[in-house]
């Protein structure tokens, strides 16, 4: 079993950043990849980014590269999501995933997930 708790959501401007955390418990990390997924009110769930944990090889969708980093700290067992040039669009409940796959964590399919923080970008 994996653990997973985020925090770092809050009300920011379009233009200002945010950086959300995900503190991982249970497993030793080094066979998962992890991501970050948002749900916006009304719509589905969508993949936002996603790291290999032993690696550290990045995937992004296209509407947050160059905008967005996704990093892990090993030592503290935390996944980051550092979100730059904040859109009202990103706006949404942000939850970190852990699996072992990276296409099946991609598709949504993960095993396990956090219980999501709230992301609200004012314009």
Known sequence: QVQLVESGGGLVQAGGSLRLSCAASGRTLSRYVMGWFRQAPGKEREFVAVINWSSGSTYYRDSVKG?????RDNAKNTLYLQMNTLKPEDTGVYYCAADGSS????????????????????S
Do not use: A, E, N
């Open 103 to 122: 296409s099946r964590l991609i598709t949504g399919g993960s095993d396990y997930w956090g219980q999501g923080t709230q992301v609200t970008v004012s």
């Open 67 to 71: 905008r967005f980093t996704i990093s």
